[in-house]
């Protein structure tokens, strides 16, 4: 019998060696904490599908982003939930719209100590729940949306957000985002484009988050699962239209599209932990049926090693803890 020369496991050996040996390490500073605020709240509300997680009151958003800060995480993702809501999602244009106003109270707060980032879609903001505009017949119609887009941009820009991130997925977004932005002198606004967005039951909790209001599905313009290459093709129009950086979303079913976007571009990539992902964890963990810290640090592990650079996660700021004590 010859025994093995060559042998792996002796780089396994001790957890010194393992950490020296990481291919992969998470850093705080490359988690994005999604938020929701919700207008007209006096106390944050939990989010029954997304434990822990909650619907910001506006006072407790300005504390919970400035504890995230202190946590190291590298951004903010603002979603804001009106207390009402119209055709043409008015409340996402309006300066005194709950998400507008939540990144002027945000920036107020943590000024550049991290970067603040806003949901720029409809859907939030509109009767029928759709991310864009509707014809007369119900169809979302792409071109009148873009126009909504441009002015919903200027009012984030306006009350001073960093980042936005549109993620309507309609045809030629971030160039109109881009171009209005420009022309209004906001040229310094970069855009986090959800550019490979996939028309996800993954997205489950989130519509209880933000209260939506749909009736039906949005697969008109958010892709098929069944498609890789289809997003090569949408985050390349992303980038030649001007994206400062690119979104893959959900993230961990769809971990071959992450490679393949990160092997195609060289801006830099970030990864959706939607809210379906996270509330399987938690419901597991929950009944005692898997080691919930050990998930929620192996999941995000395997996020980064398929090619993001960045991930929006509802644990950022448990994770960056976690990171900090564990080392
Ligand atoms: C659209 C938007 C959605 C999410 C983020 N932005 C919902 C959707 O497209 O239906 C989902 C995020 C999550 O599930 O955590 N504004």
Redesign the pocket.
Known sequence: MSYPRIRPRRLRRTPALRRLVAETRLDPAELIL?MFVREGLTEPRPISSLPGVVQHSRDSLRKAAAEAVQAGVGGLML?GVPAERDATGSGGIDPAGILNTAIRDVVAEVGDATVVMS?L?L??FTSHGH?GLLTPAGDVENDATLRAYAEMALAQATAGVHVVGP??MMDGQVAAVREALDVAGFTDVSILA?AA?YASA??G???EAVE?ALDGD?RTY?QDPANLRESLREVALDVAEGADMVMVKPALPYLDVLAAVRAAVDVPVAA?Q???EYAMVEAAAANGWIDRERVMLETLTSIRRAGAQMILTYWAVEAADLLRRTG
Do not use: A, L
Request: charged share 25%; with cysteine.
């Open positions: 999604p979603f949901d879609c859907d939030e991310c993620s309507g959800y967005k993954f997205y909790p989130f519509r939506s949005r958010q959706y939607v809210s379906g």
